[in-house]
Structures are given as C-alpha cells and as structure tokens.
C-alpha cells in the first residue's frame, strides 16, 4: 500500500477501495465472450457435404486433365477430410496417396511473411525499416523519382515496393545462388510505379524478404522456417528442397502439351526459395491453414510460441488495396468483390463472405490453393501436378456445396455483460417512461441529439401502436459487443429496439431507435448485396 493511502482516514479508505471495486466491475461488465457458432449439429452438417466435394474434385481433375490432385476441408482448425486422386507419377503409373508432396509455389510467401513477424515481435526489426538497413546491395538503389520514399519491409510484405510483376520470370529464379541474386541487386531493379503507391505483385520482393530473414537471424532462411514454425507445428514433411523428399513420396509435375503429359525439371532451393519454393503434403498444408484460421476470433487463452494470434490476423488485413470488380454470373448474379494483399496473404471481401483469406501457387508443373473464411472457421486447400493448376472456380463451387448443408454460418457476435443489463433498462422504460431511468441509462450526447421530451413523446407512441404488455421475445442479436437490437412481443404488435453505447466506463446508450416491426420480420441485417 502506498504511503498516500495509508494517510487517508478509514472511512474514507473503504470509499476508496468501493470505488475501485465498482469501476472494475464496470470495465468487465463491458467485455463481452468471443463471438460463437450457435449450432451444435454445424460440424456434422459440414460433413456430409464431404462426398460430393469429392466428386467435384474428381470431374474437375479429369475435366481439366490434371494428372494427380490431392484436397482437403479444414473445419475449427483441424484437416477434417483428405482426398486424393490420379497419378503422382505418370509415367509409373504411380497413384497420389495422402502422403504425396507436391510444390506450393507462391504459398510460400506466407510462411515468409510469418517469419518477419516472429522477428518484428522479438524486437530485430521493425516493418517500416528500410530494408537496405539488412540488404546493403539496395544502399544504390536508384528510385523512380526524387520523392519516392526508402524501400521498407512492409513494402515487399505488401506487395507495394513498385517492383514490375515479375511471375514468368521469377518462376524460373527459384535455383539462383545468393552471388547470383546479389548481382541482381547490384545492378539495379527497375521500378513500375514509385514506392508505396499502388499494389503490383513481385515475387523479387518476397526474394528480398528471404534474404533479410537470413540476415536478421543468423539462420539460412530453409534452415529458419524448419526450426522457427515447421518443426514447432508439427508440419514435419514440408520442405524447400525437392531432392530431400523420398522419391516414394514426391509428386512429379506436368504441363500438358499436344494431349499428352510433359514432366517438367524439379527447380533446387535457391535464393528465391523465400518466393516459392515450397513443398509439402495435404495434411501439413491442412496444419497451417488451421493455424492460420486459429487466430479467430479474438480471445483470451494459450496461443502457442510459433506467432500470436494477433500478428497472426495481421497478416490476414489488407495492407495494399488492389481493386474492385463486379461480374455477373451465368445465372444472371452480379457478384461484387473487393480486397487487396496483407502479409503473404490476399483477403477478399464479397457479397457472400465478408473477409475471404487465400492464396494460390502455380509454377511449371504445379498449381495450388489454399483458401478460408476467418469468419466461417472452414478452409480448403487444393495442390495439383498440372503447370498452374486452376482451382478457383472448384474452390468456389466446394464452399457452395458446404453452404447447401445448412452449415456454413458465421460465428454470431456476443453481448456484453453491460449491454444485457441495459436491455433490461430500456426495455422497462419503453414500457413506462421514467425520466430518473431515463438519465441513468443515456449517454451525454443522447438528449443533445434529441430532446428527452421528444424522445418520450416518440417512444410512447410507438409502444401505444403496439399495445401494452411489451416484452422481450427470440434472442438478443448482437452486431459487436455493445451494439444491437432485440424484439418487443406487445398486445397488439412487435417493436424493434436498437442501441449502441458509448465508449465510456460505465457504458451509457449513446444511440436508441424503437421501431414497429412486423411479427415475420426479421431482426437481422439485410445481406450486403442485393
């Protein structure tokens, strides 16, 4: 105790600690449960889309001509279903099993993008850096116009340096040594666009991000992403070096020319292994997409040594926006869809799913996927051994099919303690104005905005409408922890109340709406595209 209070008179010491106790009660009265699935029959509702996925994937691999797929569904954090078919090994005529690995490609990047974040969070660095600070070889580096800033780390992890898109030529860069890329650097990269001004994708500039975890740690980069997240979570066959997989087990890449299959050179890990090259099998691939998808919602709890769910749903922000687009489908559906680049990852915002987190790989030989609704807690990846194997359109369709369960709902936000109790408050005086009530539920602003007297005067008439006897009826639809509405059952008829508080402690109504509301009307919000 410190000697200010040991001064104090008892009296007013136990005013005091009272006081303490009430404004701790009233911090935690405002926070709320992590938002939750409502549906105890959801996991098994998901599963029984599982054979028909299985049969999409099967049309699609023959309707396409891949050789050789292998696919999962990853529910609540776990792989939940495999499935595979085709050949790994055309000319043997080996079949894909569970355990064949294949290239990733550009998937990589996102394990490059969680090793700068395990260095940002120890302290090494920071992602405004400028990355010449650990790539000297940048130090020349001549920019596109007087005003352009210095290159940073959140730059390259943001696909924003104004590199040129680089994907048929960093395709085939995956085997230069370090000399070789430090000559690249050397020499000077030309700029499309200056410097933080527009999103254009560089796999050069996930090159660089490798080679600054090197410098950073100490570690080859292989070595770094082996010993920092693989090996910790578990992903014990996923590999940059296609030589160090057993032949039994490594799928085999073609590119489909004159309706035949040609295999195509498996690239060695080099200094552009940080951009893509990666390999690994269903089952690890299914570990970090159920480690990406963890990282929701928000909450209390042990989040592992790998990477804080925090910079975990950083990685999962748009960082770059990279535009816009509306297309209307075959069935006339105009689909609307919006996103940009976070950190090795893109999000996506659509009329269907709010935040859509994904990202694909394709180099000779090889095409994948990987693709998941934070919001939904469902991913799916997808790996074929066809030269950039498309699975957009199958992506899509599979979460379709899990939607037509019933059980693809998104996790419904929870109230908090504080807004419970305000329910009760305001639903008392919608039934009987009280002005004493009325002023030790409403925030300052709410009588300025609109005079109590006005206020009484509409919610009495409302509720006259609507007949006496008003209460609460279904359950309370939270849009966050302190925002939402609720339904009044009356005589006569049904009223809505919505209120929002004020990020004040205690919390106080700073918006309250009462509303008729028709008895087959819904409280939810109307989808966000019509």
């Known amino acids: 105790m410190s000697p200010s209070i040991r001064a104090l008179p008892t009296a007013t010491l136990v005013l005091v600690v009272a006081a303490g106790a009430q404004a701790q009660d009233a911090r935690e009265a405002s926070v709320a449960p992590p938002p939750a699935f409502t549906d105890p029959a959801r996991a098994a509702k998901l599963r029984s889309a599982f054979p028909a996925i299985d049969q999409l994937m099967r049309d699609f691999a023959a309707r396409s001509h891949v050789p050789g797929i292998a696919y999962g569904i990853v529910i609540d954090g776990a792989l939940a279903h495999v499935g595979v078919s085709g050949m790994r090994d055309v000319g043997a005529g080996i079949a894909v099993d569970t355990a064949t690995v294949f290239r990733i490609a550009s998937m990589t990047k996102s394990f490059t993008a969680a090793s700068i974040l395990q260095l940002r969070d120890a302290g090494k660095l920071s992602l405004d850096d400028p990355v010449e600070r650990y790539i000297p070889e940048l130090a020349t580096l001549r920019y596109p116009t007087s005003d352009s800033p210095k290159l940073t780390i959140r730059h390259l992890l943001s696909h924003s340096e104004g590199f040129p898109e680089d994907n048929p030529w960093g395709d085939q860069q995956l085997s230069a040594t370090d000399a070789e890329m430090g000559r690249l650097m050397r020499a000077g990269i030309p700029f499309s666009t200056a410097p933080g001004t527009a999103y254009e994708y560089s796999n050069f500039g996930f090159a660089i991000l490798g080679r600054v975890v090197s410098r950073v740690s100490g570690m080859p980069y292989a070595q770094y992403v082996r010993a920092r997240i693989l090996i910790p979570l578990g992903m014990t066959v996923t590999t940059l070096e296609a030589g160090s997989v057993p032949a039994s087990r490594l799928a085999h890449g073609y590119r489909r020319q004159d309706d035949r299959w040609l295999e195509e050179a498996q690239l060695p890990d080099g200094a552009f292994g940080s951009m893509g090259g990666m390999l690994t ?4 691939l299914g570990r970090w997409v159920g480690f990406l998808l963890d990282a ?19 990685m999962q922000q748009v960082w770059r926006y990279n535009g816009a687009s509306a297309v209307k489908s075959a069935a006339g559906i105009l ?52 030269t950039y194997t498309g699975w957009g359109n199958v992506a899509e369709q599979s979460l379709e099919l899990l939607a037509g369960t019933g059980g693809l709902e998104p996790r419904q936000p929870q109230p908090a303690p504080v807004l419970l109790q305000l329910q009760g408050q305001v639903t008392r005086l919608v039934n009987r104005w009280d002005d004493a009530l009325a002023d030790s539920v409403a925030a300052m602003n709410l009588y300025r905005d609109e005079s109590k007297a006005r206020r009484k005067v509409a919610i009495e008439r409302v509720r006259l409408q609507a007949g006496d006897r008003c209460a609460p009826e279904g359950a309370f639809v939270a849009e966050n922890a302190l925002r939402g509405s609720w339904r009044l059952r009356c005589a006569t008829g049904d009223l809505r109340v919505t209120v929002t508080l004020a990020p004040t402690t205690p919390a106080r109504v700073q918006y309250l709406d009462v509303a008729p509301l028709g008895r087959e009307e819904s409280l939810a919000p109307p989808p966000a595209c019509r």
């Open 296 to 314: 929701w919602p928000p909450r209390d709890g042990n989040e592992g040594t790998v990477l804080s769910r925090a910079s975990r749903r950083e």
């Open 281 to 284: 099998s269903a089952s690890d």
């Open 335 to 386: 689909a609307l869809s919006a996103g940009g680049y976070g950190y090795g990852l893109g999000v996506r915002q659509t009329c269907r799913f709010r935040i859509s987190v994904s990202h694909t790989g394709g180099l000779p030989g090889f095409g994948s996927l990987m693709r998941w609704l934070p919001e939904y807690g469902v991913g799916i990846v997808a790996m074929g051994n066809l």
